[in-house]
């Protein structure tokens, strides 16, 4: 019988069963990212979640560019909730109108970025450390 494995953290952990030192998140300029590292990862954003009491779900945008930290934290946050990534090119008219139509719970922004033009301040404004 064939086992099966749902869900991100149920493919990394078997992913991960073969060669947790394996890398799976590769990026120029950044140390490659093992299986069992991204896990790790992914935990410890599951816990960030449940903290500011965001459920399986609940909504969450994130406005990050592409690359490493926008692999990581989509992998983390669709591990947790639902998942709507937002280009950061966007105006804030432009995010008005999708965050409206998403009624997302939080918005997960670069730290330091100007997140004030992103959310109307209902919503939980969750910085990376990117």
Same mark, same amino acid.
């Given at each position: 019988?064939?086992?099966?494995?749902?869900?991100?953290?149920?493919?990394?952990?078997?992913?991960?069963?073969?060669?947790?030192?394996?890398?799976?998140?590769?990026?120029?300029?950044?140390?490659?990212?093992?299986?069992?590292?991204?896990?790790?990862?992914?935990?410890?954003?599951?816990?960030?979640?449940? %903290?500011?009491?965001?459920?399986?779900?609940?909504?969450?945008?994130?406005?990050?560019?592409?690359?490493?930290?926008?692999?990581?934290?989509?992998?983390?946050?669709?591990?947790? /909730?639902?998942? /709507?990534?937002? /280009?950061?090119?966007?105006?804030?008219?432009?995010?008005?109108?999708?965050?409206?139509?998403? /009624?997302?719970?939080?918005?997960?922004?670069?730290?330091?970025?100007? %997140?004030?033009?992103? %959310?109307?301040?209902?919503?939980?404004?969750?910085?990376?450390? %990117?």
């Amino acid at each position: 019988m064939t086992k099966r494995y749902w869900g991100i953290r149920g493919l990394l952990g078997v992913s991960g069963e073969h060669g947790p030192q394996g890398h799976c998140v590769l990026e120029t300029g950044f140390e490659p990212l093992g299986y069992g590292q991204l896990l790790g990862q992914i935990t410890e954003g599951g816990r960030a979640l449940r %903290s500011w009491r965001i459920m399986q779900r609940d909504r969450v945008v994130f406005i990050l560019p592409n690359g490493l930290w926008f692999a990581i934290v989509f992998l983390g946050v669709a591990a947790h /909730a639902e998942c /709507a990534p937002l /280009a950061p090119a966007q105006t804030r008219d432009q995010f008005a109108f999708l965050l409206i139509g998403l /009624a997302a719970k939080a918005i997960v922004v670069p730290a330091g970025s100007d %997140s004030a033009r992103l %959310s109307d301040g209902r919503e939980k404004v969750l910085p990376t450390s %990117s």
